[in-house]
């Protein structure tokens, strides 16, 4: 059975910076890329980065471009962002979801989520 | 960026109603298309992908189709557990990949 699981969320100054990861299990992680999504509270779904499966190559929404940085250890099965420069805007919940081809997709599979705040 | 407009936004339903979604592209995406299904509080959860194909263990009254510009998500027969909003999503361009706004299926 997949599973991922976020953490790494919490409180945030604007301007300030988080770092999310997401455990991995249940498949052969380094043959799959993998994609953070937010929702802002009652908002709907906002694609943010994907990240190939072997290569590492990466692509961002250009909302976060410059800021946020998304990697990967295979040989952990883990998947990281690391938000810097925060916005009250990048206040949201963030998934990690695996996609179907290695550099993107649609998103076979969704973890729980964690939530990330901005304020101060 | 292609944009995807969904319509309507909030639905009003019966059990079992048959419920359509209308998901539109603002260009051509060819099939890439994805439905998925979000419960409060939860994921969403993959429901069909190119445009028509049944997600595993996702139950048939589920149906999609279209190509191009244009999209449906069915609902056959409404169950109380499908009560929920609902998302489209294109993934024919590289980047980004974009979602619709969502439709809440509500209780009528």
């Known amino acids: 059975e997949v599973q991922l699981l976020e953490s790494g969320g919490g409180l945030v100054q604007p301007g300030g910076s988080l770092r999310l990861s997401c455990a991995a299990s249940g498949f052969t992680f380094s043959s799959y890329g993998m994609s953070w999504v937010r929702q802002a509270p009652g908002k709907g779904l906002d694609w943010v980065s994907v990240?190939?499966?072997?290569?590492?190559?990466?692509y961002y929404a250009d909302s976060v471009k410059g800021r946020f940085i998304m990697s990967r250890d295979n040989s952990k099965k883990t998947l990281y962002l690391e938000m810097s420069g925060l916005r009250a805007e990048d206040t949201a919940i963030y998934y990690c979801?695996?996609?179907?081809?290695?550099?993107?997709?649609?998103?076979?599979?969704w973890g729980l989520g964690t939530l990330v705040s901005v304020s101060s | 960026d292609i944009q995807m407009t969904q319509s309507p936004s909030t639905l009003s339903a019966s059990v079992g109603d048959r419920v359509t979604i209308t998901c539109r592209a603002s260009?051509?995406?060819?099939?890439?298309l994805a439905w998925y299904q979000q419960k409060p509080g939860k994921a969403p959860k993959l429901l069909i992908y190119d445009a028509s194909s049944l997600e595993s263990g996702v139950p048939s009254r589920f149906s999609g189709s279209g190509s191009g510009t244009e999209f449906t998500l069915t609902i056959s027969s409404l169950h109380p557990e499908d009560f929920a909003s609902y998302y489209c999503q294109q993934y024919h361009s590289y980047s980004p990949w974009t979602f619709g706004q969502g439709t809440k299926v509500e209780i009528k």
């Open positions: 990240i190939s499966g072997s290569s590492g190559s990466t």
């Open positions: 260009q051509s995406i060819s099939r890439w």
């Open positions: 979801a695996r996609t179907s081809g290695p550099n993107g997709g649609y998103f076979d599979s």
